[in-house]
């Protein structure tokens, strides 16, 4: 069996580290700095390395970088304190596998090697793998943009190491973090998502530790919190700068400790849980503004993911807006095949404020209301109409009773009579269907035969 290399410079952390090692079956062999270790590494080719980043001799980083320019498949686990979490930050980007940051406890301390002896053996022997940036199966898109964060959610799924997903509101965060869950050692555990700005501050404690029965009032019964549920998997905290800041600090504590206890429970209990968080905030200028803790910040963000928006991905829109028209089309038994060029063009120019999220809103707008088989310009909501101008052709006549809505032909009318025209336009777009054009235009089928009424009324219908 192949040892575990210890870098320890304190000598009794490092009795107890390997104390706890050998304990647990495993061979350890240990050194006291830098150039020990060094030594120690050539000699034995660990596959393991548990290293302390603050050596009396030379700095841990540069000695990791010098494991892993010897042999890149080293899986080194490094350790730090409270006050050089930069440093453990640095070298997850450096190629790190895990780190732990002090005191940590021992269930937390052997399943970090626990995971790492179990991919240094998936890898003992064979030859290094080309680096695969192709799209994981929760995105679609192939972009350079969306390349690297294939890599970057490939590169840290595996770790125990918190993650950091940032991004602007449906760049798809949550995409995000379920794709890091399914590509780490907790696959096949719970996945347990919370949006923390979607539950009211009183109550979110109780969402993420849970609360025993008669805590307070309305606790007609137990109810385990998000970490209890994910125990064993991972706990997705979204829009987390949305977090009280008296929950923060429960939270950096359950961070520390790895412990629980839920509102009105006497003591707290043990649960293992990956954290992954998301903001569409800047967390940066959140803690400027002394809104979110500085140590929970540094915690929390030490594998940052930036969701790109969706109009930095250019041919992606395409990709995706054609994989949801397949998706929608089956789903509402539609015949549609794919999108015209003109739609093709109109969407690789639009800025896609809402990203993703509204891309796939205008896909099933268009399926729902339309049968196919090709997706064209004017089966796009009336929002994005405008838009659709820059391409279409000058109209050459319209129906006295019915003309055709322009942005040029409604300069100079009143409010009232722009009203009408868009109203009457998009009631003929959906076949003279009201109830169709009411949902387009999001108010109430009612409010339509009510307005259509009083322009019949006025001699205006």
Same mark, same amino acid.
């Given at each position: 069996?192949?040892?575990?290399?210890?870098?320890?410079?304190?000598?009794?952390?490092?009795?107890?580290?390997?104390?706890?090692?050998?304990?647990?079956?495993?061979?350890?062999?240990?050194?006291?700095?830098?150039?020990?270790?060094?030594?120690?590494?050539?000699?034995?080719?660990?596959?393991?390395?548990?290293?302390?980043?603050?050596?009396?001799?030379?700095?841990?980083?540069?000695?990791?970088?010098?494991?892993?320019?010897?042999?890149?498949?080293?899986?080194?686990?490094?350790?730090?304190?409270?006050?050089?979490?930069?440093?453990?930050?640095?070298?997850?980007?450096?190629?790190?596998?895990?780190?732990?940051?002090?005191?940590?406890?021992?269930?937390?301390?052997?399943?970090?090697?626990? /995971? *790492?002896?179990?991919? @240094?053996?998936?890898?003992?022997?064979?030859?290094?793998?080309? +680096?695969?940036? $192709?799209? &994981?199966? =929760?995105f679609v898109g192939s972009s350079s943009a969306m390349a690297e964060i294939y890599g970057r959610i490939r590169s840290v799924g595996r770790s125990m190491a918190t993650v950091f997903v940032t991004g602007e509101?449906?760049?798809?965060?949550?995409?995000?973090?379920?794709?890091?869950? /399914? *590509?780490?050692?907790? @696959?096949?555990?719970?996945?347990?998502?919370?949006?923390?700005? +979607?539950?009211? $501050?009183? &109550?979110? =404690?109780?969402?993420?530790?849970?609360?025993?029965?008669?805590?307070?009032?309305?606790?007609?019964?137990?109810?385990?919190?998000?970490?209890?549920?994910?125990?064993?998997?991972?706990?997705?905290?979204?829009?987390?700068?949305?977090?009280?800041?008296?929950?923060?600090?429960?939270?950096?504590?359950?961070?520390?400790?790895?412990?629980?206890?839920?509102v009105g429970a006497p003591k707290a209990r043990k649960v293992n849980v990956r954290i992954i968080c998301a903001t569409n905030r800047d967390p940066m200028e959140e803690v400027r503004r002394g809104r979110f803790?500085?140590?929970?910040?540094?915690?929390?963000?030490?594998?940052?993911?930036?969701?790109?928006?969706?109009?930095?991905?250019?041919?992606?829109?395409?990709?995706?807006?054609?994989?949801?028209?397949?998706?929608?089309?089956?789903?509402?038994?539609?015949?549609?095949?794919?999108?015209?060029?003109?739609?093709?063009?109109?969407?690789?120019?639009?800025?896609?404020?809402?990203?993703?999220?509204?891309?796939?809103?205008?896909?099933?707008?268009?399926?729902?209301?339309?049968?196919?088989?090709?997706?064209?310009?004017?089966?796009?909501?009336?929002?994005?109409?405008?838009?659709?101008?820059?391409?279409?052709?000058?109209?050459?006549?319209?129906?006295?009773?019915?003309?055709?809505?322009?942005?040029?032909?409604?300069?100079?009318?009143?409010?009232?009579?722009?009203?009408?025209?868009?109203?009457?336009?998009?009631?003929?777009?959906?076949?003279?269907?009201?109830?169709?054009?009411?949902?387009v235009l999001d108010v109430s089928p009612s409010t339509l035969y009510r307005k259509r009424e009083g322009w019949n009324g006025n001699g205006r219908g």
């Amino acid at each position: 069996m192949t040892p575990l290399l210890l870098i320890e410079d304190t000598p009794s952390l490092q009795m107890v580290y390997e104390s706890v090692l050998r304990n647990a079956g495993h061979e350890v062999v240990t050194a006291g700095n830098a150039a020990e270790g060094l030594q120690k590494f050539q000699e034995n080719s660990p596959h393991v390395v548990l290293l302390d980043m603050m050596l009396p001799d030379r700095p841990g980083l540069e000695l990791m970088r010098d494991f892993l320019d010897m042999c890149p498949k080293t899986k080194i686990i490094v350790v730090t304190a409270n006050g050089s979490i930069n440093l453990a930050v640095e070298a997850m980007r450096m190629g790190a596998y895990e780190f732990l940051l002090k005191p940590f406890n021992e269930q937390r301390f052997l399943h970090a090697i626990e /995971n *790492a002896l179990q991919d @240094a053996m998936r890898l003992r022997g064979d030859p290094a793998p080309a +680096a695969d940036t $192709g799209p &994981l199966r =929760e995105f679609v898109g192939s972009s350079s943009a969306m390349a690297e964060i294939y890599g970057r959610i490939r590169s840290v799924g595996r770790s125990m190491a918190t993650v950091f997903v940032t991004g602007e509101s449906g760049t798809g965060k949550e995409i995000c973090a379920q794709a890091v869950h /399914n *590509a780490s050692h907790r @696959a096949s555990g719970p996945f347990v998502p919370l949006n923390c700005g +979607a539950i009211p $501050g009183d &109550l979110l =404690e109780s969402e993420v530790f849970g609360h025993l029965k008669g805590s307070f009032t309305g606790a007609i019964a137990d109810k385990p919190g998000a970490a209890a549920v994910a125990d064993g998997g991972t706990l997705f905290l979204d829009e987390i700068c949305e977090m009280d800041l008296n929950l923060q600090t429960k939270l950096l504590r359950f961070l520390q400790t790895s412990t629980i206890q839920p509102v009105g429970a006497p003591k707290a209990r043990k649960v293992n849980v990956r954290i992954i968080c998301a903001t569409n905030r800047d967390p940066m200028e959140e803690v400027r503004r002394g809104r979110f803790r500085e140590d929970l910040y540094y915690r929390l963000h030490v594998v940052p993911i930036h969701m790109p928006p969706l109009r930095e991905r250019g041919d992606d829109v395409i990709e995706i807006a054609e994989d949801a028209l397949a998706r929608f089309a089956s789903e509402e038994n539609r015949r549609f095949t794919g999108l015209s060029p003109e739609v093709k063009k109109l969407f690789l120019r639009l800025p896609w404020p809402g990203n993703i999220r509204q891309l796939l809103n205008v896909v099933r707008h268009a399926v729902v209301l339309n049968e196919g088989p090709v997706l064209t310009l004017d089966m796009l909501p009336i929002e994005l109409h405008h838009e659709r101008e820059k391409f279409a052709a000058p109209a050459t006549s319209a129906a006295p009773d019915r003309p055709h809505v322009t942005l040029g032909g409604l300069v100079g009318k009143t409010l009232a009579e722009i009203e009408q025209l868009v109203i009457e336009e998009t009631i003929a777009q959906h076949g003279g269907s009201v109830p169709k054009a009411a949902r387009v235009l999001d108010v109430s089928p009612s409010t339509l035969y009510r307005k259509r009424e009083g322009w019949n009324g006025n001699g205006r219908g």
